[in-house]
């Protein structure tokens, strides 16, 4: 299948399973072994993930598998706005014939997954990911993107004998495009008051206790929280309805691992209405 976003351009998508509908922006397709893998695999990442969650819900929902954040970084948007993201949601809804439907989205992902929620009454079941549905840091990620595009812009050599997990040491390896649209998003939600929301679906959202990084001056001198705000203001998160999971001893990249997050959806997302 294939679904045209608000750009014109199409992106592929997979459908595997019955039952609900679930979409899930992830790339479906197993990954090939190299040095590409192996990069993933030693920064805590997991070169399968997505073909490693379709597989392991696909006995239980109709997935919509699309892959999101690789066809942005193959077709870079020039106006990445959340209304646009969710819009192109929807789209792959519609290619897909699905009406209503649950979301898991991780990190950047999870983020636009709320704005899909208050955006759109076709969203039944929440799960947010690696970002906190309030608190979020959205401020620090603007400062994170907007320092990668500079680099972007003005490339440095890569640095020398880096160790996996030093993102602050890391240097971007993306284009001014790609990085840029993702500036465009960030700047976007600056204003955007996440305390005020208020959802009406079933939500649920994870994070790993340790889920923070540390940025030098490099980056802008920031931290991007994402345990913390889970942490402190569990009960006024809890409040507004989310479930709230903490993940003890995990990172952001451990957090996303099939095998952590298969679990937590198969025991959690329910049938949509």
Excluded at 69 to 81: F, I, M, S
Excluded at 95 to 124: C, H, N, P, T
Excluded at 185 to 191: A, P, R, V
Aim: with cysteine; glycine share 10%.
């Amino acid at each position: 299948m294939i679904a045209t976003l608000h750009d014109g351009a199409e992106i592929e998508i997979e459908a595997h399973g019955d039952g609900p509908a679930l979409l899930l922006p992830v790339n479906a397709k197993p990954a090939e072994d190299g040095p590409a893998a192996e990069a993933m695999w030693a920064w805590g990442g997991e070169p399968d993930l997505g073909f490693n969650l379709v597989n392991g819900l696909k006995g239980q929902f109709r997935v919509i598998a699309f892959d999101y954040e690789g066809h942005c970084l193959a077709v870079p948007k020039r106006d990445l706005t959340p209304e646009n993201v969710v819009n192109d949601f929807l789209a792959v809804a519609d290619a897909a014939q699905v009406e209503s439907f649950a979301y898991y989205g991780y990190s950047w992902l999870a983020m636009v997954g709320l704005q899909l929620a208050i955006r759109s009454d076709r969203l039944k079941n929440l799960v947010m990911g690696g970002y906190p549905p309030i608190y979020g840091p959205y401020r620090e990620m603007l400062v994170v993107t907007e320092t990668a595009w500079e680099y972007a812009r003005n490339p440095e050599p890569p640095a020398e004998n880096l160790t996996p997990g030093d993102w602050d040491s890391a240097t971007p390896s993306a284009n001014p495009e790609q990085v840029g649209q993702f500036m465009v998003l960030y700047q976007e939600l600056q204003e955007f008051d996440d305390r005020a929301v208020v959802l009406d679906i079933p939500s649920l959202c994870f994070a790993g206790s340790d889920d923070a990084i540390v940025y030098g001056d490099k980056w802008g001198g920031v931290t991007v929280d994402i345990a913390g705000p889970l942490l402190r203001n569990r009960d006024e998160i809890v409040a507004k309805g989310w479930e709230v999971r903490v993940l003890d001893g995990l990172d952001h990249m451990s957090a996303m691992r099939s095998e952590v997050v298969l679990p937590i959806l198969t025991g959690w997302v329910g049938p949509q209405g």
